[in-house]
């Protein structure tokens, strides 16, 4: 097989990479936070010699994310630079803090930007907006306009009304969102839950790993260390590990695979789960439902490779 064809075969390599979990806010519905106060940070050098290695090893996209990346603003540009000298498709996700006045705005953005940053997203919501003035949101995203960056709002929500207040804000100002479910994980594991029914959709998840400043590396970010009863999402740290090898990990496992290519949902209904039970889930609860029961596992990893795969249509 020439390189040519190996290359059309790989899978294309994303992740998120956490560089410090530590944060200047602290928002009521966080994933990224549990209730722990402890937070850590990687070293810059050890980081710059993980980019390096992400890069020898294919991976074609690499999201900063974790804790607020731009409180290391200065080691994040540093990676930046690396990813554009290595071709890699960068993505800082950040709160906005920084964009308190137009200059201090445009300061930041002409930074990542000059420093090959290949897309900003900010985050809004009614939890985010309680510590940072959501004008800082428009601010950035207008410096953004200005420096031909590209950039997009990722709008968390839990789809009740109390959101409509901040939809109709981003949409009077005509910026660029994207609402997201929030994730009754970390702090919005004690949240009450609207009650949702869903189609019978297939609930399929790309899973980009997520790599911690620990270097522990879990098979998607926002389940990563939750699952504590079967730790079905820890691939490995990179102490004692590729990242080669971890990547090849969360690529072959038979089970994340499915996945990936099945969706939730058909398992769900193979393990026995009814269909009208099934459509009450959001992903990642029914996600957890499958793979952190220790009994449930052990039973879908035995069919991985024979009546599980031919649970389809
Ligand atoms: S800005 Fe992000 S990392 Fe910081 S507390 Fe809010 S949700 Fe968590
Ligand atoms: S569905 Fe599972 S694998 Fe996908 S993001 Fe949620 S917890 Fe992670």
Sequence with gaps: MNSTA?????????????????????????????ASPNTSKMEIDRAKTIVDEMARSKVTGISFTAGEPLLYYDDICKLLQLCKAN???????????WAKTPDKADQVV?????????QLRLSFSR???????????????SSCQQHGLDYFISFVTDFSKNDDTYEQFLRRHSLKFFPEPVIYFGRAGDFD????????????CAMNPYLTPELDMYACCDGADR???????YLGSLRNNSVDALFRKSETLALYQLIRTMG????????????REIVQYRKCELCEKLFNSKETLRMLTASAASGLTSWHR
């Design 127 to 141: 939890w985010h907006q309680q510590h940072i003035d959501a004008d800082n949101i428009v601010r950035a995203a």
């Design 264 to 275: 939730l949902t058909s398992i769900a209904s193979f393990s026995g789960i009814p269909a």
């Design 87 to 97: 071709r890699i498709y960068s993505r800082v996700v950040t709160n906005g803090y």
């Design 227 to 233: 699952f504590s009863k079967t730790r079905f999402l």
């Design 6 to 34: 190996l290359d059309i075969n790989r899978p294309v390599r994303n992740i998120a990479f956490g560089y410090s979990t530590q944060c200047n806010i602290r928002c009521g519905h966080c994933v990224a936070a549990d």
């Design 110 to 118: 002409a930074g990542l930007w000059a420093s090959g940053l290949s």
């Design 193 to 204: 839950r609207p009650p949702v029914s869903t189609d019978y959709r297939p609930n399929l």
